[in-house]
């Protein structure tokens, strides 16, 4: 396992990542891929942080806008009035839990870091499906997952040509990294994008190259939870994919992986806790 240690400003607190974390997810939607993702009620959403924490994850990450392959569109005042709900509840029930927002719209990042202390944002378009939001980050100064995508939800799979899917990505990538710290952005975590714009072979050409994301000397995340990725190559579905998930990021641990974003928390701090054992 690669052993390079991270820290991150998350709500003026230093976070060591010298251990893989787990982030576990909360999506207050009723259109997520997996059906055992969503909470929409308040004692759902209470419970599922709870369960969050108790097994073992480091972060929770809440999500409005399903962001799945031809997903609907959702408006920014729905979005908005979902998350009240939500982190309403979570922040009177477990304030000191650091709360990463998925959102790629600039001012609900910034009015859920101001009302919510939201500790990281998580911005799936990398920046391109709002302008504003890189300025906004910078002037924020919360921590940033810069995740690789072409396109948008309903046409992302459009843009899924390369010559070279490695390369290509972290050109992109480096782009906005570059532009980021331009910008004063220091804590800045990579999303290789797995399943946005990426056939399914490609997404394993990603994986399979995934030691060289340490180029950016940045911590990596990794999302791969029940995706389309495993259940199509296994010719099963989400519900099923719990096996394959966890293979998947044994592998992703193994080749530097520092945050994996899963469903099954659980099990995923089990895989962090067995592959760490191999460094020791």
Do not use: C
Request: proline share 3%.
């Amino acid at each position: 396992m690669i052993s390079n240690k991270y820290t991150i400003n998350v709500n003026g607190s230093l976070v060591e990542i010298d251990h893989p974390l787990v982030m576990g997810i909360v999506n207050i939607t009723p259109d997520s891929f997996f059906s055992g993702s969503r909470f929409v009620t308040e004692k759902e959403i209470i419970d599922r942080t709870q369960q969050i924490i108790d097994e073992g994850g480091s972060i929770v990450d809440i999500g409005a806008y399903s962001t799945r392959p031809g997903a609907e569109y959702v408006d920014e005042a729905t979005e908005k009035a979902r998350l009240k709900v939500a982190l309403t509840v979570i922040r009177a029930n477990f304030p000191e839990v650091i709360i990463s927002l998925d959102t790629f719209r600039a001012e609900i990042a910034r009015w859920t870091v101001e009302k919510y202390n939201i500790g990281i944002v998580n911005d799936i378009s990398g920046g391109t499906l709002d302008e504003k939001m890189f300025q906004t980050v910078a002037s924020l100064k919360v921590p940033y997952i810069l995740m690789h995508m072409r396109g948008n939800p309903s046409n992302m799979n459009d843009y899924a040509v390369y010559n070279d899917v490695v390369k290509e990505v972290i050109f992109e990538l480096s782009e906005k990294v570059d532009k980021l710290k331009e910008m004063g952005v220091s804590d800045i975590i990579i999303d290789p994008g797995f399943g946005f714009a990426k056939t399914l072979e490609q997404n394993y050409q990603l994986l399979n190259k995934l030691e060289v994301f340490q180029f950016f000397d940045l911590p990596v995340l990794v999302g791969i939870s029940r995706k389309s990725m495993i259940y199509r190559l296994l010719q099963t579905n989400p519900e099923q994919a719990i096996n394959g998930t966890t293979a998947l990021n044994t592998i992703a641990l193994l080749k530097g992986a520092k945050i994996l974003r899963v469903h099954d928390v659980k099990e995923a701090v089990e895989t962090v806790k067995i592959v760490s054992q191999l460094s020791r």
